[in-house]
Structure formats: structure tokens, C-alpha cells
């Protein structure tokens, strides 16, 4: 085969050559066209406009719900735990019994000083009797002023004697009552230690009471926003694990200072937590209301995106010039199927909610059937389905 050579270097093959010289004598031949690649059809979307409008103000905390009472309820006695009456998660009402200790040692002490009371009792009534018949004596001078005295130091010291030997008896009652341990307030048995058979002493725990109807919450303010918050100011709060349910509070409390450190305020919040679904050690997004209204923007949830390039970052698509407009988004609250944006977008413009997964920064797209609709009543935001 030869080899036609067409300048330094460059080398055809003699068929390659033919269609070359075939085809530009083609192109340039009156009467003949070739197609042309143009650019491709738009893409049919449905859009909704921004909606804004008038919400309260809020303060965005996180936090930890945390027990309206807590005790770690211990003896006041030492001994033998004779009968454990409660378990992990019964509920107890004020004054009922929780731990049984061995009462034998304790009411042998109380027999043991009701007897001695009732000796120095005898022995006082002996000494009374005998200054009161002397005082008669002493006043006839059939004896002397010095026996007179002797028998009322005597009938003194008896009526003392009464009185140390009944705190003796009141003390040893306590002791036969200390050995049943009570609840100090109505709640929840969180944790119980002990069991039969377990010696313990005075401070060692024998079971954790929680009161958790109400229940509170502590959040940590900005030192910026302390001057807005006052007691009574009601509180939203959502938990991991309930969805987007809210539970209703107010603050009940908020400390004098602020945290040098963390430049915080702390500030506590009551929920009634009736049902008693909410529990201590829960975490807490919570939504401080203020009496104070801003206009706020919000989009469907369902025109939000994940931005390229950050795992935690959120993007919406927006109409403009006729083509698809990626806009990073500062996202906040969700409410419903909306959700309010801080930052990223303007009222009235037109976001995109479908078909996303076609979309791309800059593709060419067109208004499809309901866009109109949707745009008329901004309230009405179409389904999932009627987006497709």
C-alpha cells in the first residue's frame, strides 16, 4: 500500500483521503444540508414562590431535661436490710415505704428505756411524796431547814432524771421508726442498690426517688440574647425520637450571672410532662418565643437538597433566566411540610420542586402544568405526586 504524504510529518491513508476530499466536496456542493446539533430541550418543572411571611421571634438552645426533684434516699440507722418494698420504675406518693430494715436491736433499746423510764418515774413520784410530807416538818420546826433541803434536791434530781430517761424513750422510738425508710416525695423509682440480706449505713444510698411531673429543661442562652428572656416567656421544644412533635413550657427560672466562660446564660424551663413521656437525660432543641415578630421565608421541604461538596450543607433550586440556579441555603425551624430558610434566597422567587434528580446548576428549564397555580396561592404547595 503507498502512502500519500501532505506536509512534514502529517500522513493519510488513501481511502481516509478519499472520504475527506468526498466530503468537503459535499459540504461545499449547492443544494445539499447537514444537520446541525442544537441545544437540548428544556427541562419541564414544577416551581412554587418563596413564601413569607410573620413569625414570632425566637432563640434556637439545645439542652438536657433533667429531674424536677432528684434524691439518693439513704438510712438514717445502720443495719440489715430485712425487705426491699419497691422496684426500678414503680411510682411512690410521699411518706411511702421504700426499705425494710431488721428492727430486733431497735426495739430491744426502746423496751430496755421505756423500763428505765418507768423506774426514775417510781423513784421521782418516792421523792415528791416525801419533800411534800416534810415541808410540813419543816414548817412546825420538828426538822430541820438542812433535811428539808436535802429531800427537795432529792424530789429535783428524781424529776430530772424522768425527763433524760423519757428522751430516752423518744430517741429509741425513732430508732424502731428510722428502720423503715420512706419516700421523702412522690416520683419514680429510677435506681434501687440494695437488696435482703445487705448491710448498710447512714449516707449509703438504698434507692434514687425522680419527680419528673413536671419536668425541666436547662438551656444555655447567648450572653447577647440574656436581656430578652424574662420568666414566663413560653418555650417549644422537640426531642430526637418523637419526629417534629412539640412539647409546650415556659421559663421558670433563669441564674443572675452569666458563665465567664462559655459567655451563657442558664436558664431552666418547665414542662408538665403529664403523660410522663419525657424523660430525665433527654436531649431538647427548644424554641425560646419572644413577644417580638420578624417576616420569615420558608420553602417545601421537598425542594431542599443536599450542596455539593458539604455533608451537612442544604441547597434549593430556583428559576432564573429561564435556567435552574443552585443557591445554598441557611436552613432553621421546619414546620409541616415547610421549612424556614435564614439565608440563601429571596421572597417571590421561584423554587424548584420537581423532578430534581434531572436538575443541575445551570440547565435549561420550562414552566410545567400547576407552576401557575402554585403560584397563585403560595399556601397550597403542590404534593410530592402532583410535582411529578
Known amino acids: 500500500m503507498t502512502r500519500q504524504t501532505f506536509g512534514p510529518g502529517v500522513l493519510l491513508v488513501p481511502g481516509l483521503a478519499l472520504q475527506i476530499a468526498c466530503g468537503a466536496s459535499s459540504a461545499d456542493a449547492p443544494g445539499v444540508s447537514v444537520p446541525e446539533s442544537g441545544p437540548p430541550d428544556p427541562i419541564a418543572v414544577a416551581s412554587v414562590p418563596v413564601a413569607a411571611r410573620e413569625v414570632p421571634v425566637v432563640i434556637r438552645a439545645t439542652g438536657t431535661f433533667v429531674a424536677d426533684e432528684a434524691a439518693d434516699v439513704a438510712p438514717a440507722v445502720a443495719g440489715l436490710v430485712r425487705e426491699t418494698l419497691v422496684d426500678v420504675g414503680d411510682i411512690v406518693r410521699a411518706g411511702a415505704p421504700l426499705v425494710r430494715l431488721d428492727d430486733r436491736d431497735a426495739r430491744l433499746r426502746l423496751r430496755q428505756a421505756q423500763a428505765s423510764l418507768q423506774q426514775v418515774s417510781a423513784e421521782a413520784a418516792h421523792a415528791a411524796a416525801e419533800a411534800e410530807r416534810n415541808a410540813r416538818l419543816a414548817e412546825s420546826g420538828d426538822i430541820s431547814r438542812?433535811?428539808?433541803?436535802?429531800?427537795?434536791?432529792?424530789?429535783?434530781?428524781a424529776e430530772a432524771a424522768v425527763a433524760v430517761a423519757s428522751a430516752q424513750v423518744a430517741s429509741a422510738e425513732k430508732g424502731v421508726a428510722d428502720v423503715v425508710i420512706e419516700a421523702p416525695f412522690g416520683g419514680h423509682v429510677s435506681r434501687r442498690p440494695v437488696a435482703a440480706g445487705e448491710h448498710v449505713t447512714p449516707g449509703s444510698p438504698v434507692v434514687t426517688l425522680v419527680r419528673i411531673r413536671p419536668l425541666r429543661l436547662e438551656l444555655r442562652i447567648p450572653a447577647t440574647e440574656a436581656a430578652r428572656v424574662s420568666v414566663g416567656v413560653d418555650v417549644r421544644a422537640t426531642v430526637p425520637g418523637f419526629g417534629t412533635e412539640t412539647f409546650a413550657g415556659s421559663i421558670t427560672a433563669i441564674s443572675p450571672a452569666v458563665d465567664p466562660d462559655s459567655r451563657a446564660l442558664s436558664v431552666e424551663v418547665t414542662f408538665p410532662n403529664a403523660d410522663g413521656r419525657l424523660r430525665p437525660g433527654m436531649f431538647a432543641t427548644a424554641d425560646v418565643q419572644l413577644p417580638a415578630m420578624e417576616r420569615a421565608l420558608f420553602v417545601p421541604r421537598a425542594a431542599v437538597v443536599a450542596a455539593p461538596g458539604g455533608e451537612s450543607s442544604s441547597a434549593v433550586y430556583v428559576v432564573e433566566a429561564g435556567a435552574a440556579a443552585l443557591r445554598v441555603v441557611q436552613l432553621s425551624v421546619a414546620?409541616?411540610?415547610?421549612?424556614?430558610?435564614?439565608?440563601?434566597?429571596?421572597?417571590?422567587?421561584?423554587?424548584?420542586?420537581?423532578?430534581?434528580?434531572?436538575?443541575?446548576?445551570g440547565a435549561a428549564v420550562s414552566a410545567g402544568p400547576g407552576v401557575a397555580a402554585a403560584a397563585d396561592t403560595p399556601q397550597q404547595e403542590p404534593s410530592r405526586a402532583e410535582a411529578r
Open 335 to 361: 414546620e409541616g411540610d415547610e421549612v424556614r430558610v435564614r439565608a440563601g434566597i429571596e421572597p417571590g422567587e421561584q423554587v424548584i420542586i420537581s423532578p430534581l434528580d434531572q436538575l443541575f446548576a
Open 146 to 157: 438542812s433535811v428539808y433541803e436535802r429531800l427537795r434536791t432529792a424530789r429535783e434530781t
